[in-house]
């Protein structure tokens, strides 16, 4: 499975942008997908994720209500779309796909190890 994950970029504060990534390659079943995040001298941090078959959707405290996990199931690509984005949301953000017949448990999906593949990255930088 080979994730692409686009669409970072430079932004002010308070604006949007929406990182999308697609999945190819030897692709089914994918059972959720999810966004993590890492700072300059942080740890990957969990920012959304979503089950693939229901649909079931977990964000980050620090993004509910402005950040907004999707998926496209017939084209295998899922979107994060990002609004009043703050300083603090400067970081790469990383797409990850964990694959199997079962959705996965929800609590799963929080670590960096629930997933079995992995995109390069794309840079997001909010200026303040």
């Known amino acids: 499975v080979q994730l692409q994950a686009s669409g970072g970029g430079l932004v002010q504060a308070g604006g949007s942008l929406r990182l999308p990534c697609a999945a190819s390659?030897?692709?089914?079943?994918?059972?959720?997908m999810g966004w993590f995040r890492q700072a300059p001298g942080k740890e990957h941090e969990f920012v959304a994720a979503?089950?693939?078959?229901?649909?079931?959707?977990t964000y980050a405290n620090s993004v509910k209500g402005r950040f907004t996990i999707s998926r496209d199931k017939g084209k295998n690509t899922s979107s994060l779309q990002m609004d009043k984005l703050e300083h603090g949301d400067t970081a790469i953000y990383y797409c990850?796909?964990?694959?199997?017949?079962?959705?996965?448990?929800?609590?799963?999906?929080?670590?960096?190890?629930?997933?079995?593949?992995w995109g390069q990255g794309t840079q997001v930088t909010v200026s303040s």
């Open positions: 390659g030897r692709t089914f079943p994918i059972s959720g």
């Open positions: 979503i089950r693939w078959i229901r649909g079931d959707i």
């Open positions: 990850a796909s964990k694959t199997g017949y079962n959705a996965p448990i929800i609590s799963t999906l929080w670590q960096p190890g629930g997933y079995d593949y």
